[in-house]
């Protein structure tokens, strides 16, 4: 595994979210494409990324005493840069696996998104790492 890089296991042109999306399309498009984070764009350039765990963060206890009608559309209109984690640590496809792998351990992240000359290429989680070990075990 230590000749592995981190192209190897990436997911490639992984989907993207806006800033200005709000938390429902955002949570939407999760279910939709099957994925729990997303990078977050603007004009091309990586500013964030949002989790699943991020959304379900937002919960009406820590909306203080608003009613039900006031939160649901509070949250409705809410933006994903509300919530998002803002100049995410990312990672280049030519990294080794294990040095990405240990990035995450140290940060205490699940993802890192994979950029190629200030373009975003992909999406690595701690998911690809744990097949891209599974795999090596079997082969070897």
Do not use: C, Q
Request: glycine share 4%; charged share 25%; aromatic share 4%.
């Amino acid at each position: 595994m230590n000749t592995e890089r981190v192209r190897d296991w990436m997911t490639p042109n992984p989907v993207t979210v806006s800033s200005s999306n709000t938390l429902p399309e955002t949570y939407w498009l999760m279910m939709k494409s099957k994925v729990h984070r997303l990078p977050v764009m603007e004009g091309g350039k990586l500013v964030g990324i949002v989790t699943l765990e991020d959304l379900r963060r937002m919960e009406p206890v820590r909306m203080g005493s608003l009613d039900l009608i006031h939160l649901s559309d509070m949250l409705a209109r809410m933006p994903v840069w509300k919530v998002m984690t803002k100049a995410p640590v990312f990672v280049s496809p030519d990294m080794p696996l294990v040095e990405a792998a240990s990035l995450m351990l140290e940060k205490d992240i699940s993802t890192l998104p994979v950029m190629e000359d200030d373009t975003l290429v992909g999406i690595l989680t701690d998911n690809d790492i744990l097949r891209a070990f599974v795999e090596r075990g079997k082969h070897g």
